[in-house]
């Protein structure tokens, strides 16, 4: 079975910085697609960044100079480094795996996010 578990979230100041980590079981992600998404209050999910089994990273345009994606190989587990955060990025951030042999996605529980002073 595939577990995805996020940690991390908080309450932040605006301005501030959060680290959100996602560890696995099940999945290797060095060999697969692992994404974070957020959902806002009313809102669609919506893709926030990517990281491929090459490494190749993207990010939303949204976020893109402020949030990175990162991954650590030996824990099997990808990261989420938030920074200058904003009241309008408050929302529940999910990780997200994609096996690549099948597109089988697997989604971890979330982690509440508020940016708020």
């Known amino acids: 079975q595939v577990h995805l578990v996020e940690s991390g979230g908080g309450l932040v100041q605006p301005g501030g910085s959060l680290r959100l980590s996602c560890a696995a079981s099940g999945i290797i992600f060095s060999i697969n697609t692992v994404n974070w998404y957020r959902q806002a209050p009313g809102k669609q999910r919506e893709l926030v960044a990517t990281?491929?089994?090459?490494?190749?990273?993207n990010a939303a345009d949204s976020v893109k100079g402020r949030f990175t994606i990162s991954r650590d190989n030996a824990k099997n587990t990808v990261y989420l480094q938030m920074n200058t955060l904003r009241p309008e990025d408050t929302a529940v951030y999910y990780c997200?795996?994609?096996?690549?042999?099948?597109?089988?996605?697997?989604w971890g529980q979330g982690t509440q996010v508020t940016v708020s002073s």
């Open positions: 990281i491929t089994s090459d490494g190749s990273t």
């Open positions: 997200n795996a994609r096996r690549n042999y099948d597109d089988v996605d697997f």
